[in-house]
């Protein structure tokens, strides 16, 4: 019998990443995400957690990112915003063995709500990793990789694709297109891998692996699937591959998404959430709300 990556012995997701997975290279730099949050949110803050390369263990230092996620008492305002700016890049100047800081910012209530019970939800109990404070996951239920999860996490493709072809469009210098194209791909192998995700009956945040996984469902998409897990890693400056990803895989794999799993059901916009992302680099774009890729 096939192994089944990131579920228990009862087909429930295991909690991947763990404080202990973390390598030496970015001890220091965890220690002072700790001690900084604590002081820049005092009070407010009610958790905070790592998701990510980084508590997975399998960062590169001077490439990968460092993911937080800020839970707070009460819904964030625009000055818990400010202050995630300020953290993130204080961390990025300070830290050279990362490239970018993202922090994604809530109120604990919004992560316990029956909406996201399985987005937001289901994120925090099963990719995030304690860091500060009491877990929210253990007011969580157990998940497993079923067809509802499958929608309610990426389920949304249809709804971003025209904001991907805005921003292409925006798009004219060679860093815009290298941030695009590793945005954009790694959103597509996380959504292509949920769409088969209940029929392979498993989890994984490796995209290489979700493309193969991918691969074996729709055998006439892989090729382009497996090229996208290599841009997302190793991010192009070519618009003509962005390009592809906004006019062809793109709507391809919303259509088939939504034939299979059905629409996201729709979310309430939330003033006090964010994503912040302080180097220059490629990385993750800066939305009004979290994109549905920041499973990493």
């Not at 957690?49 to 937080?68: E, F, K």
């Not at 995700?197 to 074996?216: C, H, I, K, N, Q």
Request: hydrophobic share 35%.
């Amino acid at each position: 019998m096939e192994q089944r990556r990131g579920l228990d012995a009862y087909g429930y997701f295991e909690r991947e990443g763990s404080l202990g997975r973390i390598q030496p290279a970015f001890a220091d730099l965890v220690a002072a995400a700790r001690s900084r949050i604590a002081e820049a949110y005092g009070s407010r803050l009610h958790s905070a957690y790592l998701y990510g390369s980084v508590p997975r263990g399998t960062a590169r230092p001077g490439r990968s990112d460092l993911d937080l996620l800020i839970a707070l008492h009460g819904e964030p305002a625009h000055d818990d915003r400010d202050i995630a700016e300020v953290l993130g890049q204080g961390l990025d100047q300070d830290f050279p063995e990362i490239d970018g800081v993202g922090v994604l910012l809530y109120g604990k209530d919004r992560l316990l709500s029956e909406q996201e019970r399985y987005d937001l939800g289901w994120f925090l109990a099963c990719l995030c990793t304690p860091l500060l404070g009491d877990d929210l996951a253990e007011h969580l239920p157990r998940y497993r990789p079923d067809a509802v999860l499958a929608r309610e996490t990426n389920g949304d493709l249809d709804r971003v694709l025209p904001r991907w072809r805005e921003r292409f469009e925006a798009a004219s210098e060679p860093a815009d297109y290298r941030r695009l194209s590793r945005a954009f791909a790694r959103h597509l192998v996380r959504t292509g891998f949920t769409l088969v995700m209940p029929r392979w009956g498993g989890w994984t945040s490796d995209l290489t692996e979700s493309a193969e996984v991918f691969a074996r469902y729709y055998p006439q998409r892989a090729d382009q699937m497996r090229a996208a897990a290599v841009v997302a890693l190793a991010p192009v400056e070519d618009p003509a591959v962005v390009r592809r990803y906004v006019e062809d895989l793109g709507p391809w794999l919303a259509g088939e998404y939504t034939a299979r799993h059905g629409p996201k059901a729709p979310r309430r916009e939330a003033a006090g959430e964010s994503v912040t992302r302080s180097a220059p680099g490629p990385g993750r774009p800066r939305p009004a709300s979290p994109p549905p890729d920041r499973r990493r």
